[in-house]
């Protein structure tokens, strides 16, 4: 069956202009996003705790919990249909935003922040694995008292809004355009305070992705380049890189979790 690029009708929410790409492949603003298909996605990605899912989960609870944060904003960009992320970061938060731009995203994201699925049960238990997460009773009411959902461009975040973040496969997963997700990642670190903790995964060695029968475009992208790209403006920082198991549509596919603080 023929996929569907996603591109040609994109929702062109960012205020920012878009670049031209020297590659050829799409820009952010040329992504029809309002296609992506939350249900598919969730169902093809998440609706099985992967083991290295559950590697990531693990990192990223464990940093959270040794970081000394408590009553903190937090932010997810680039949520889509993925609450895993602003998991670990529910015991700490005073408030939590979870910002996308696929109004069928933001949807589902809507109906998840009110009560969330069962499916996400098993990614909560992971985290429940350490007392402080475990001394939260009700980690659904808690999420659906401090979240907010906001249709917000990774591109417009405001500087200096929140201590703490997570963004998860966004940056090499949102257009083809390398400036794009170099922009992408200084824009997610410049949207928290200095010396705030965050988390970021990357999927490297993609060149796009199917949701349902839309393909949409990655940068393919290996580990020194974003290494680099996060080093000029964090610190303490860790790579991990995750071999997924099973293997995804393609064996070359790694995931690589940062996590760190960043700089003034
Ligand atoms: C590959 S998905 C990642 C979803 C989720 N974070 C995860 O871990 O699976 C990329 C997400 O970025 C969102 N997105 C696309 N362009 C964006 C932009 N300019 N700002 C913020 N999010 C964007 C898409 O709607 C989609 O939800």
Known sequence: MALVPAHGAGCGASTTPAVPVAGGGPVNSEVAWDTFDP?????????????????????????????DLRDA??????????????????????RLDLCDLAPSNLDWLARQVECYDGIWDPYW???????????????????????????????????????????????CSISADRVEYE????RFLDALCPDSPFAAAFMLGSRGYRVG???????????????????????ELDFREVRPDPPLRDEHLTMLLVTGRTSG
């Open 39 to 67: 249900q598919s996605y969730v169902q093809k990605n998440y609706s099985a705790l992967r083991d290295d899912d559950r590697e990531i989960l693990r990192r990223v609870r464990d940093f959270f919990a040794d970081s």
């Open 183 to 186: 922009r992408a990642i200084g």
């Open 125 to 171: 238990q992971v985290c429940a694995e350490r007392p402080s997460y475990a001394a939260l009773a009700d980690p659904r009411a808690r999420l659906a008292a401090i979240g907010r959902v906001l249709r917000i461009s990774v591109f417009d975040l405001p500087r200096h809004a929140w201590n703490a973040g997570t963004m998860f496969f966004v940056a």
């Open 73 to 94: 904003r937090c932010v997810d960009v680039g949520s889509g249909a993925n609450l895993y992320p602003v998991l670990p970061l529910l015991p700490f938060a005073r």
């Open 213 to 235: 029968q839309r393909w949409f475009p990655a940068v393919e992208l290996g580990r020194a380049e974003v290494a680099a790209t996060i080093a000029a403006r964090a610190y």
